[in-house]
C-alpha cells in the first residue's frame, strides 16, 4: 500500500513552507500526501502579513475526514499558532496509535511569530507527549528548554527537551558543528549534515520533518529517518530557488531546475 503522511499545519501563501512543502515533501519521499490546514497566512519571501485562525470546529472536520476514509500511517504537525488550535489537534489525536512528528514551529526564517504567546507551554504539556519525535532547531530548542541564549550542547538541550515528554528529539541547525542531534532517551546519535551557502533556505525545517515522517511511513527506523531527513533537506536547500522572490527564497526538494534543465535538453535535442 502507498504509505499515507498527514500534515497538520498552515498554508503558506508564497509556497515555500507550512503545508505546501510539507506536500512537495512526501511526494519526493514516495508518499500519498495529506492536509488539515488549522491557519493561514499571507506570506511571501520577505515576510508574514497577516495570519487567519480556522475554527477549531473545521480543524476537526477535516482530521475526521482523513481519518474515517483514507487513514494516517504517520502524521506530523508544524505551525499550530495558537493554544486553542494545539488543544484541538491534540484532543483529536490523544487515543490513536500513529506516529506522530511534532516540528514546533515557532518563527518564520524571515522573523515573523508563528505561535502565540502563551502557546509554547500548551504545545509542550499537550502534543510532546503524543510525539513520537520533536524536531526543534537549535534556537527552538533553547526556548523549550528554558535556557534563552545560554550556550549549551545539543545533546544538553535534547536531554531536557526528552524530559518534558518527548519519546525521542532531534535537535537541528544552528551555528558550530554540522550535525543534527537525536536522543532517544537512551542513546545519543549525531547526524552528520552539509552547510551550503544559499539565499533559498524558506521551508528547510518543515522539509526536514514531512521527509522524516515520511520515512517513518515507509518503515525506516527513527534513526535511518532522520539521517535521510538531514539529506534530503540539505539537498533540498542546495538547489534552493535563490530567484523566487526579493527575500530568503524557497528550498527545492523537487529538484525543479533539474527537471526546467532536463526539458531544455530534450527539446534542444529534438531539433
Do not use: W
Not at 515533501?25 to 520577505?46: D, E, K, P, R, Y
Amino acid at each position: 500500500m502507498t504509505p499515507r503522511c498527514l500534515t497538520i499545519a498552515t498554508s503558506d501563501s508564497g509556497g515555500g513552507a507550512g503545508i505546501q512543502a510539507d506536500l512537495k515533501a512526501f511526494a519526493a519521499a514516495g508518499c500519498h500526501g495529506m492536509s488539515a490546514l488549522v491557519a493561514l497566512t499571507a506570506q511571501n519571501t520577505v515576510g508574514v502579513t497577516a495570519i487567519h485562525e480556522l475554527p477549531p470546529e473545521f480543524v476537526t472536520a477535516q482530521l475526521e475526514a482523513v481519518f474515517d476514509d483514507i487513514g494516517v500511517d504517520t502524521a506530523k504537525t508544524g505551525m499550530l499558532f495558537s493554544t486553542r488550535l494545539i488543544e484541538t489537534v491534540a484532543d483529536f489525536l490523544e487515543g490513536r496509535l500513529v506516529p506522530l512528528v511534532v516540528d514546533p514551529v515557532m518563527v518564520a526564517s524571515s522573523g515573523a511569530h508563528l505561535l502565540e504567546d502563551g502557546a509554547v507551554e500548551t504545545l509542550v504539556e499537550r502534543l510532546f507527549p503524543l510525539a513520537t519525535v520533536v524536531t526543534p532547531n537549535l534556537a527552538e530548542a533553547q526556548v523549550f528548554a528554558g535556557l534563552g541564549q545560554q550556550a549549551v550542547t545539543k545533546s544538553e538541550l535534547a536531554e531536557r527537551i526528552h524530559a518534558l515528554g518527548a519519546a525521542a528529539v532531534i535537535v537541528t541547525g544552528g551555528h558550530g558543528q554540522p550535525v543534527d542531534h537525536l536522543f532517544d532517551g537512551g542513546e545519543h546519535i549525531e547526524i552528520p549534515i552539509e552547510r551550503y551557502d544559499a539565499g533559498a533556505t524558506h521551508g528547510a525545517g518543515c522539509t526536514h520533518s514531512a521527509t522524516l515522517c515520511a520515512g517513518l511511513a515507509r518503515g525506516l527506523s527513527l534513526t535511518e529517518a532522520a539521517e535521510n531527513a538531514a539529506r534530503v533537506a540539505g539537498d533540498a536547500v542546495a538547489h534552493g530557488l535563490g530567484d523566487i522572490g526579493a527575500g530568503d527564497g524557497p528550498v527545492d526538494v523537487l529538484n525543479l531546475k533539474e527537471a526546467r534543465e532536463h526539458d531544455r535538453d530534450h527539446a534542444l535535442d529534438r531539433r
